[in-house]
Each structure stands twice: as structure tokens, then as C-alpha cells.
């Protein structure tokens, strides 16, 4: 619940290459599961 609410924020903010690293992350730590 809180990875989603912060997703949610992280949408919201203009700096596009920073969510793109932040999902990047996010992506890795579930393949690494």
C-alpha cells in the first residue's frame, strides 16, 4: 500500500528522469524476488 501511494507521488512530480529511475528500481527489486 505505501509503494503505491508513493508511486502516486512520484507521477505527480515534472522531472520525468527521475520517475524513469525510480521505476527502474522499482522493476529490478521485483525481478530480483
Do not use: G
Not at 3 to 24: A, D, G, S, W, Y
Request: hydrophobic share 45%; with cysteine; net charge positive.
Amino acid at each position: 500500500m505505501v509503494m503505491k501511494m508513493e508511486n502516486i507521488r512520484l507521477v505527480q512530480t515534472p522531472n520525468c528522469n527521475f520517475l524513469k529511475h525510480e521505476l527502474l528500481k522499482l522493476y529490478l527489486c521485483c525481478m530480483s524476488l
